[in-house]
Structures are given as structure tokens and as C-alpha cells.
């Protein structure tokens, strides 16, 4: 069996071959633009991306099934019948209804809690479909002639790809319309947000039907980072891995039914066909490798081999702190008027201690996230991390001592495409392989856990 699976991310679409049993590699990888039209918006062209899937998919060559993995709350509106796109991609960055959520009241609140489990942020879909209707003239327009539909990207690219308009429930569950406990959508949520129920796609398991892209079985069809828990091998509850790609992502199983505290939202980790739904956390810090990518824009380094090999103790122990909010502060601050900020400079700092802060603050924010989500599922001895920070031994070595956890690094890198390749039927135990381990070493001390919160306590509420 040959999967071509497919990750769809918010910087690029990567295609990987997975030979069932047998090897695995990447057969190609595109970039897209993205665009930042007004300050806190953050948009991609829909046609672009829909033409990079293509592109990936013709490098696989002949396959047996395809899995697709997209970014999960990005969301567009389209036309039914013509397909066209009636509006660009409005990514899970985008902070444009963040006003407009927040002069919502208390009860709004605790009802969106209540239904879905997550809180009203703009980081989730449904705001993001509303500020569609209301000021999109085309959008308005399809809407009131019955031809709009409205959904996350993984509906836009099964309807055009294989003429079937649906979305699985992991997916669903990260829009802020989904009744977590029933898994559909919740007409009381649609209502307050003013999203039609009848414009949205039919729930369904991960590995339902979805048709096919030239005679190939569209196997497989999830948000990436629930593919990247699946393909962690994590199965169990307390089993917890972070992706650390734009963002950095947590996800820890909890098992057959939704668990949640004060900070961390439940989520729906996968539903298989004929099986009852998997539940998990979920936990973000908004600019993980996207504070990298700022860094490298302002000189500040210039290849990834520069993300290692510090020579000096932590910048955190020498009085600089960095905390990573470029686009605000995900849970369990849900603060989006929080900014980024370097303090604690010197006449003496230079460009290489600025970057081991950065390393630091995007590990210590997700420190936070392990603590959190320990609350409610236990403890949690050990954590699996992918993604490009992944890749620097300073990195996973400072968030072992973070943590004060254990910290595997797998061999395969592709851990999305590796759980899409499973969700498709592919057998891929061996390609895990042996993953180095790194351990805490006592480096990071509580006076640096204090020093880091109070750089957290001046960055938010900056922007307001």
C-alpha cells in the first residue's frame, strides 16, 4: 500500500510517501504567501493552496490512498455550485473579531464553554465565518441567493478535489460551533453566532467516505495536529505530544470523554469509523516557530544550525527573558492584547544571546501548557515534540529542565503525515524508530519559573 499523505500547513503543503511496511520520505514541499492585509490579519489565497495539494499529490505519482491533514480553525466561504472561492483563507492567526468578541458578556461566554468547551477567541472558526457574512459583499450575497458554503479548509479542498462537502469531527470540534458531547452542530451556537447551520459541511469520522482525486480513495481527512498525536503513537490518557511548527501545540489524550479545567479547552483527538470518539487537551503558544521567522527577518540569525550550540549558560539565568506574543497569548491567558517583548538587555547583549532567549521563552510558555494540562490528566512523566525546534538539542534539552519532564524527540520528523498515513490503514510502527531522550538536569530554577512570569505579567494587556 502507497499513502501519499498530505500536510497542509499554515507556511506550506508537504507530501509524504509512505510505503506501507516498508519506507517513508518526502517527495515534495511548497510554500505559500501569506498575506497580512491590516494589522492583525492574516489571510492566504485559496486557490493557491488548493493548487499546491495538487502540485504535492503529482510529485507522489501512483498511489493507493491519499490522506489530508489541514490547519484546523483557518476557514473561508465559497460558492456551492461554482465552487469559486467567495472569500480568502482567514488563518487560526488572525485576530480581526478579537473586539468584537470581547464586548460579548459573561453568559456568551460560559455558554460557548458549556457547548463546545472552548472559550470565544478568534483563534477558533466561528467568528471568523460570521466577520465573513456580515462584511463580504459576496459572501452576503451567495448566502441570500442558497448557494454559500461555509467551512474550515479541509471542506473547501474535499469539495473541489473530490466533489464531497464534509468535515470530520476533530475538525468540527475546533470551530466553536460543535456540540463536543453530541458531536454536531449546535444550533444554539450557530445562533449566537451568526452562522448558518444549513452553510456548514456533515460531520463525520476521520476515515468516512470522502471520495476520491482521480480515481485515488481520499482515505483519511484531519486537523494536522491531531494527526501529529495519532502519529506519536499516543493512545492512552496522559500521553502527550507538542508540535512546534508556526505554533506550538499541545495535545494530551484523555480518553472516552471530554475532560477540561480553567485553562486548557477539551478537544476531540480523532473518531474512527465504527468506533467511539477519542477526547483530548489542547494547548497553544501562537508564535513558536513564527517568532524564529521574525528573528531571522531582522538579521538576528540566519540558517537553522544557528538554534544550537550556545556556548554560554541559559540567557534566562543571565537576566534576559523573551515571551514569544507576536500574535498574543494563547491558553490559558487567552489574551490577545498581550505583546511580544525582550527585557533585561545589556550594553554587552548581543544577536546570539537574543536568540537563545527566544528558544527560552517558547519553552517556558510551554512548560505552562504541561502544568496545565497535568491538572487534569495526571502526571505526566514524558512528552514527545516534533516539528522544526525539534530539531535543536538546546531546545529540547532547556524544555526537559523547563518542564522537569522527560522529553523524546522521534526519529521521523513528519509525525502529521505519519498519523495520516496511519489513519489511511498504513502500517508505519517501525518507522517511529528509537528516540533520543533528554532528561531534566536542574538548570532551570524557580527564580527563573518567577522571572519568566513577571516578563508574562508586563506583556499583557499591551495592546489595549
Given at each position: 500500500m502507497r499513502v501519499a499523505a498530505i500536510d497542509q500547513g499554515t507556511t506550506s503543503t508537504r507530501c509524504l510517501l509512505v510505503e506501507d511496511g516498508g519506507t517513508a520520505h518526502l517527495v515534495a514541499s511548497r510554500r505559500h504567501a501569506q498575506h497580512y492585509p491590516a494589522p492583525g490579519r492574516v489571510e492566504?489565497?485559496?486557490?493557491?493552496?488548493?493548487?499546491?495539494?495538487?502540485?504535492?499529490?503529482?510529485?507522489?505519482?501512483?498511489?493507493?490512498?491519499?490522506?489530508?491533514a489541514n490547519q484546523g480553525e483557518s476557514c473561508l466561504a465559497w460558492d456551492a455550485r461554482t465552487g469559486e472561492a467567495l472569500s480568502p483563507v482567514i488563518v487560526w492567526q488572525d485576530a480581526r473579531t478579537a473586539e468584537s468578541l470581547a464586548r460579548r458578556g459573561p453568559e456568551a461566554q460560559a455558554r460557548s464553554r458549556a457547548i463546545c468547551g472552548l472559550p470565544l477567541d478568534p483563534y477558533f472558526s466561528?467568528?471568523?465565518?460570521?466577520?465573513?457574512?456580515?462584511n463580504l459583499p459576496a459572501v452576503a450575497s451567495a448566502l441570500a441567493a442558497g448557494r454559500l458554503r461555509l467551512g474550515t479548509t479541509d471542506a473547501f479542498f474535499l469539495d473541489r478535489l473530490c466533489g464531497h462537502f464534509r468535515t470530520d469531527m476533530a475538525t468540527a470540534s475546533r470551530t466553536g460551533l460543535m456540540d463536543l458531547a453530541a458531536g454536531q452542530w449546535s444550533e444554539e451556537l450557530c445562533a449566537l453566532h451568526g452562522v448558518p447551520l444549513a452553510c456548514l459541511p456533515p460531520i463525520g469520522a476521520v476515515d468516512a467516505e470522502c471520495g476520491a482525486v482521480d480515481g485515488v480513495p481520499v482515505k483519511?481527512?484531519?486537523?494536522?495536529?491531531?494527526?501529529?498525536?495519532f502519529?506519536?503513537?499516543?493512545?492512552?490518557?496522559?500521553?502527550?505530544?507538542?508540535?512546534?511548527?508556526?505554533?506550538?501545540?499541545?495535545?494530551?489524550v484523555t480518553g472516552g470523554a471530554p475532560r477540561s479545567d480553567a485553562g486548557l479547552p477539551p478537544t476531540l483527538a480523532w473518531q474512527r469509523n465504527g468506533e467511539p470518539p477519542v477526547f483530548a487537551l489542547e494547548g497553544g503558544v501562537y508564535d513558536a516557530g513564527a517568532a524564529l521567522e521574525w528573528l531571522q527577518r531582522l538579521g538576528l540569525f540566519a540558517t537553522p544550525a544557528e538554534?544550537?550550540?550556545?556556548?554560554?549558560?541559559?540567557?534566562?539565568?543571565?537576566?534576559?527573558?523573551?515571551?514569544?506574543?507576536?500574535?498574543?497569548?494563547?491558553?490559558?491567558?487567552?489574551?490577545?492584547?498581550?505583546?511580544?517583548?525582550?527585557?533585561?538587555?545589556?550594553?554587552?547583549?548581543?544577536?546570539?544571546?537574543?536568540?537563545?532567549?527566544?528558544?527560552?521563552?517558547?519553552?517556558?510558555?510551554?512548560?505552562?501548557?504541561?502544568?496545565?494540562?497535568?491538572?487534569?490528566?495526571?502526571?505526566?512523566?514524558?512528552?514527545?515534540?516534533?516539528?522544526?525546534?525539534?530539531?535543536?538539542?538546546?531546545f529540547a534539552r532547556f524544555l526537559a529542565s523547563a518542564s522537569g519532564r522527560n522529553v523524546r524527540v522521534p526519529a521521523m520528523h513528519e509525525m502529521t503525515s505519519l498519523g495520516l498515513a496511519e489513519l489511511c490503514g498504513a502500517d508505519v510502527e517501525h518507522l517511529r524508530g528509537a528516540a533520543p531522550r533528554f532528561e531534566p538536569d536542574g538548570s532551570v530554577t524557580a527564580r527563573d519559573h518567577q522571572r519568566f512570569a513577571a516578563a508574562i505579567a508586563r506583556s499583557r494587556d499591551w495592546r489595549e
Open positions: 492566504h489565497e485559496p486557490e493557491e493552496l488548493l493548487a499546491n495539494i495538487r502540485a504535492v499529490l503529482a510529485a507522489a505519482g501512483k498511489v493507493d490512498a491519499i490522506g489530508i466561528a467568528s471568523k465565518l460570521s466577520w465573513m457574512i456580515r483519511a481527512s484531519i486537523v494536522d495536529q491531531q494527526a501529529a498525536l502519529g506519536h503513537g499516543c493512545r492512552k490518557p496522559g500521553d502527550t505530544k507538542i508540535t512546534f511548527g508556526t505554533g506550538a501545540f499541545l495535545l494530551s538554534l544550537d550550540g550556545f556556548e554560554r549558560s541559559s540567557a534566562l539565568s543571565r537576566g534576559l527573558v523573551f515571551v514569544p506574543a507576536l500574535s498574543g497569548l494563547a491558553a490559558p491567558y487567552w489574551d490577545r492584547n498581550a505583546a511580544p517583548l525582550f527585557i533585561g538587555m545589556e550594553a554587552a547583549t548581543d544577536r546570539r544571546d537574543m536568540v537563545q532567549a527566544a528558544l527560552e521563552g517558547i519553552a517556558l510558555l510551554t512548560a505552562g501548557l504541561i502544568e496545565a494540562a497535568e491538572a487534569s490528566v495526571g502526571r505526566i512523566e514524558e512528552i514527545s515534540i516534533d516539528g522544526g525546534l525539534s530539531q535543536s538539542g538546546y
